[in-house]
């Protein structure tokens, strides 16, 4: 009876062993799609200068990457705050798999995007961190914006289905002059 005991006993470890392993893999492969998908929007975007947008939706090409890489997770974007602690003005914009904008309370955003004017923001940070009023860098520098780009990825194991939402996020270069 007493060998009976320790084998059921062994057998239930391995099986948590396999499903611990199996949630593992189902992380990583689900995360390194994510970070695939991402580094190649910001890649589009870069070589576009800033330009992603064809009438208010994806571009094309961006929608081409999502379809080609079977990136099928979504999620809701997030909220960004500034430096006084308010909500900004300058939310993410959530897209769909085919490129079409969502509204900015839809949970179905498998990408996000959000344009940031640099010299806005160093004038903001200069403003409630030094004391500087005026606007220094929006007088003195060429205007610039890079884009922040938010994908979802999720811990999905078979047969439970998803249990964990993740988030990754990646900025371009700063892009001089960008009209996008």
Request: hydrophobic share 40%; aromatic share 12%.
């Amino acid at each position: 009876m007493r060998e009976t005991m320790s084998i059921t006993a062994i057998f239930q470890i391995f099986i948590l062993f396999i499903l611990l392993f199996t949630a593992i893999m189902c992380l990583t492969i689900n995360n390194s799609n994510a970070f695939g998908v991402k580094d190649s929007i910001i890649n589009v975007i870069e070589a576009n200068e800033g330009l992603y947008l064809d009438g208010g939706n994806l571009s094309q090409e961006i929608v081409d990457v999502i379809a080609e890489t079977s990136y099928r997770t979504s999620g809701k974007c997030p909220e960004v705050y500034d430096y006084s602690g308010a909500l900004s003005e300058n939310q993410y914009q959530g897209f769909d798999r085919n490129g079409n904008a969502l509204t900015s309370d839809s949970s179905n955003a498998a990408v996000c995007i959000r344009r940031v004017n640099v010299t806005d923001e160093f004038d903001e940070y200069l403003l409630n961190h030094t004391g500087l009023g005026g606007k220094v860098a929006t007088e003195d520098f060429i205007e610039g914006y890079y884009y922040q780009i938010v994908v979802f990825f999720q811990l999905d194991i078979p047969v439970i289905k998803q249990v964990f939402d993740f988030q990754t996020k990646g900025e371009t270069r700063i892009i001089y002059g960008s009209v996008a």
